[in-house]
């Protein structure tokens, strides 16, 4: 279970996405406005293309949500934090 101190920005077209990573113990908030202090970013294909001046000046990994369950999802975050020593 991961802890509530690590946060996620999900898109907000991601409700399944967003349900599962709260399930799995995940804060989550959304992508619109300043993505500083999250540990992650979710989105969808449309939304990288027009976050990209956003999406760059967050150091937080950044998942594509696009052709994966949700269950995936939780699972790259999951990996992405960990790598980071944020889990």
Not at 26 to 54: K, M, Y
Request: proline share 2%.
């Amino acid at each position: 279970m991961a802890e509530k101190r690590v946060m996620v920005a999900v898109s907000n077209d991601l409700h399944s996405v967003k349900v599962a990573l709260e399930e799995a113990g995940f804060q989550t908030v959304g992508i619109a406005g300043n993505l500083a202090g999250v540990h992650a970013v979710v989105t969808s294909g449309i939304d990288r293309a027009f976050l990209g001046e956003s999406l760059r000046a967050t150091r937080a990994p950044v998942i594509d949500a696009a052709g994966l369950s949700p269950d995936q999802v939780v699972e790259s975050v999951r990996r992405a934090v960990e790598v980071r020593g944020q889990l």
